[in-house]
């Protein structure tokens, strides 16, 4: 099912948590809502699910509108699957019962006889690994179980669109990996289209088809994973995707100058830095060098040591910030002069 939203809007009580937002999603794709907390990921995914009415704009599924600011067809009347941060599980269910329960009430139903649901139903179990916890109610399941059962429930009905609400904010970092390979999987082997909203950039770059940037209801960039890390818009995706330094300095055409002089060759990078006299630049594209190799040059002021490589943050002489990668095993130390070189 292709999905379009078109400037759209939403207002609670006088704040604007959406401002014209436009998305286009194609059938097969998967989109990964990505942003902070309140950026307004949340309430774009409950007007698609028809929890909302926007307030200007509107929204169309396979050409139909299905809602804007004066009317909105209920979440029961869309094609629509939808899996909860919370898992949302009823209490009194087995694990297969929750599965067949949207195929027994759903008007999207294509499965109209008992066995055709029961077959669907054990399908569905098998391939999100439950098969054999059929029987098992949801006090009997651990987290990372409960959402495989969210999971099959939600692609019961074989839905145009489903929507995934930060499904993995409540699992340990373990079992996030693997559920994020296990969704991935199910994408891949059922098909459909899915709008994933999260806040962790490791989830949106390793899963997307491509990711919808999100920052005080805005959408700052939309564009694949490779697109998002290696070529952000402006500074607020630079920041948050990839955690970019933002070295402040003066551009001259497409020459960046920071520090003493130093010279930093910025073609390509997109002129709204340039507007804001920023380069960006991530840690591992920059390395320390003898200050007397550099005109960008400043103190170390501390040091975290991350396994594979160490975090240096330095103070630089002109005032900036930068944080760089180094190996673990070189002689740094607090208070150490040191010199930035690019590239």
């Not at 436009?22 to 307004?40: R, V």
């Not at 630049?281 to 396994?307: N, W």
Request: proline residues 4%; contains cysteine.
């Amino acid at each position: 099912m292709s999905t379009i939203a078109e400037h759209l809007n939403m207002e609670f009580n006088g704040y604007q948590a959406l401002k014209d937002v436009n998305l286009e999603i194609q059938k097969g794709e998967f989109i990964a809502i990505l942003g902070p907390s309140g950026c307004g990921k949340t309430t774009l995914l409950r007007l698609l699910a028809g929890f909302l009415k926007p307030t200007a704009g509107r929204i169309l599924m396979d050409g139909m509108v299905v809602a804007d600011s004066n009317c909105m067809i209920e979440p029961n009347r869309r094609n629509i699957g939808m899996v909860f941060q919370s898992y949302a599980l009823w209490p009194h269910m087995t694990v297969e019962q929750q599965v067949r329960f949207p195929m027994e009430y759903s008007r999207f139903s294509g499965f109209r006889t008992d066995r055709e649901r029961k077959e669907r139903a054990e399908e569905l179990l098998k391939l999100v690994g439950m098969d054999g916890l059929k029987n098992r109610y949801p006090s009997e399941l651990s987290g990372g179980q409960k959402q495989r059962v969210a999971i099959a429930r939600a692609l019961a009905n074989e839905p145009g669109l489903l929507l995934m609400d930060e499904p993995l904010s409540n699992l340990d970092a373990e079992l996030k990996i693997e559920m994020r390979r296990e969704i991935s999987r199910l994408h891949k082997e059922v098909g459909g289209t899915i709008l994933y909203v999260t806040h962790d950039q490791s989830e949106a770059l390793g899963m997307a088809d491509r990711i919808v940037v999100m920052s005080q209801g805005r959408i700052q960039q939309i564009g694949t994973p490779r697109e998002i890390f290696h070529k952000p818009a402006n500074a607020f995706v630079a920041k948050f995707v990839g955690q970019s330094n933002l070295i402040r300095g003066q551009w001259e055409e497409n020459s960046f100058i920071c520090g003493k002089g130093e010279r930093v060759d910025g073609t390509g990078i997109p002129e709204s830095f340039h507007k804001d006299s920023l380069f960006p630049v991530k840690a591992d594209h920059i390395h320390l060098v003898p200050a007397g190799r550099s005109r960008f040059t400043g103190k170390i002021r501390e040091m975290e040591y991350q396994g594979f490589q160490m975090k240096v943050i330095m103070n630089m002489d002109d005032g900036n910030v930068v944080q760089v990668l180094v190996q673990p095993e070189m002689d740094c130390r607090e208070g150490m002069e040191y010199g930035i070189a690019f590239g």
